[in-house]
């Protein structure tokens, strides 16, 4: 499972090849199939375990901290953990979620315990008033997963690199501008509406123009 883990992080799912796990232990690839009924089965365990290793290192979170510094936190170790194993990210995220059988893995199951975490954060924050008490939980969990999802994407592709700490700390400020019960404006936010608001009266007046209807040149 090492082995296979550490070939997957150097291949990636598309390039990882049962015999070279076999070569690099020293046994014959048929000992492997004994074991797991294809390569498939065998990166799908490699996967769990690596879940499972998350879920084991989830330390629980101290409640009376306040909401955003464990909504912080839960962010943080999202993107830590993906920077961190980007080939099983991609697997999990491309191929697993894609199978139709996805639902009955393991892996789902590990993968929304996850979810309850964040579930169980966000209704602390609206018991203790950190929150605003209007909003709908699943949507706002389901908005933390997509940001964190959707700020990786370029990393897995390689095309880059991204830093945990910027990150986590800017999609927190985006979340809490959202569903945070005492927000604090911004700086030179009327500025901001007000150039909208402007911009947005000139496009009005545009597509009220006839339209025109002479030759092109």
Not at 66 to 73: D, G, N, S, T, V
Request: charged share 30%; aromatic share 8%.
């Amino acid at each position: 499972m090492q082995v296979a883990r550490a070939l997957l992080r150097e291949r990636g799912s598309e390039q990882f090849l049962t015999a070279e796990v076999a070569e690099r232990c020293g046994i014959s690839e048929a000992t492997i199939y004994k074991y797991f009924a294809s390569r498939r089965d065998l990166l799908i365990k490699v996967a769990e375990d690596w879940f499972e290793e998350f879920l084991y290192d989830e330390h629980p979170q101290d409640r009376e901290l306040p909401f955003r510094e464990r909504l912080l936190q839960v962010i943080r170790k999202n993107l830590s953990l993906i920077r961190a194993e980007p080939s099983l990210t991609r697997f999990l995220l491309a191929d697993l979620r894609a199978d139709p059988s996805y639902r009955f893995m393991r892996i789902y199951e590990q993968n929304r315990q996850v979810a309850r975490g964040i579930t169980n954060i966000i209704k602390d924050g609206i018991a203790h008033g950190d929150l605003r008490p209007d909003i709908q939980v699943r949507v706002v969990r389901n908005m933390i997963q997509g940001c964190i999802e959707y700020q990786i994407w370029s990393y897995l592709r390689g095309e880059g690199d991204f830093s945990v700490e910027h990150s986590a700390q800017g999609l927190t400020d985006i979340i809490m501008r959202g569903i945070d019960a005492t927000p604090n404006p911004a700086p030179g936010l009327g500025e901001v509406v007000a150039r909208l608001e402007a911009l947005e009266s000139r496009i009005d007046a545009r597509l009220a123009m006839p339209a025109d209807t002479g030759p092109s040149t």
